[in-house]
């Protein structure tokens, strides 16, 4: 089980936006792909799928601090900072690897859902057992 789990991302031409940084829409897309990545690893996508429910993310909120640029290479942490009923809390923190800089954090609430009616139902222990909670940045 990984506390926090490491999603490393080469920033690509298409990405960037006529500001010359990274448009903001693409954080959100590595946001929802280092999410998927942590939960396969973790096991939780197999459980979700067996449990007969899905994740479908519900807010996003996201603080851009600096802009990245074609040719960056970042690494997008990610972490489960709690668990409700019929929801968790996964944070992120993206950071340029050569130089350290925090670019942007943000976070996500993901609604755990019957896969046929769609309507929110509680986590099992078995999903929530894949993760260990993480409640503060833990490199901050």
């Not at 903001?24 to 897309?29: G, S």
Request: charge should be negative; glycine fraction near 4%; proline fraction near 3%.
């Amino acid at each position: 089980m990984q506390r926090v789990y490491r999603h490393e991302i080469k920033v690509s031409r298409e990405v960037v936006d006529d500001n010359d940084h990274v448009n903001n829409v693409a954080y959100v897309q590595w946001m929802q792909d280092a999410a998927v990545h942590h939960s396969d690893e973790a096991g939780c996508a197999r459980e979700t799928r067996d449990a007969g429910a899905a994740w479908v993310a519900r807010t996003h909120f996201i603080e851009y601090l600096r802009p990245a640029f074609a040719g960056d290479t970042i690494v997008v942490m990610t972490w489960i900072s709690n668990f409700r009923r019929a929801m968790c809390l996964r944070k992120y923190k993206f950071v340029r690897v050569e130089d350290g800089t925090v670019l942007s954090r943000g976070e996500t609430d993901w609604v755990f859902v019957d896969a046929d009616t769609g309507r929110p139902r509680n986590i099992p222990e078995t999903v929530r057992d894949k993760f260990e909670v993480v409640q503060e940045d833990p490199e901050s």
